[in-house]
């Protein structure tokens, strides 16, 4: 009896750590974060992708280096998306919004840039903050 409810209880470990995590969407063209105005609907089992703003490229760190960038990012975990978008522009890779594991009706959003990833949670009021940035 005991070992039929140890292999249950290990079992349902596995199925909840399992149930947060995903797999990186393959897409064929590039994608980038929905405006301020155009913040994605907040709906359970969806996955948003946005098309790409051409006219706007990430601006580099005085340096150029990439790390003293993810630096000043990490700096501004808990601040809204839009200054993210203010000191880097807006991402030039893949932007992908999933239902969130830390929010509970909202979004964990992933924001791609050259050299590092910008991760973001929407809140169920719409909101996006900064969560993490972390370099390629």
Do not use: H, W
């Not at 292999?7 to 596995?14: F, H, K, M, P, R």
């Not at 760190?61 to 990439?66: H, I, N």
């Not at 992908?96 to 924001?111: A, F, N, P, R």
């Amino acid at each position: 009896m005991k070992k039929t409810i140890s292999i249950l209880l290990c079992a349902l470990l596995v199925l909840s750590l399992a149930g947060c995590g995903g797999t990186k969407a393959e897409s064929s063209e590039p994608t980038a974060a929905p405006a301020a105005a155009e913040t994605p609907a907040v709906t359970e089992a969806s996955a948003v992708t946005v098309a790409p703003d051409a006219s706007v490229t990430p601006a580099e760190s005085d340096t150029g280096d990439v790390s003293a960038l993810v630096e000043q990012i990490l700096a501004m975990v808990g601040q809204p998306v839009e200054d993210l978008y203010d000191l880097v522009g807006r991402p030039t890779g893949n932007v992908d919004y999933t239902s969130s594991c830390l929010v509970t009706g909202g979004k964990d959003g992933q924001l791609e840039y050259d050299g590092f990833t910008v991760y973001t949670i929407v809140q169920p009021d719409g909101t996006e903050t900064i969560y993490d940035c972390l370099p390629d």
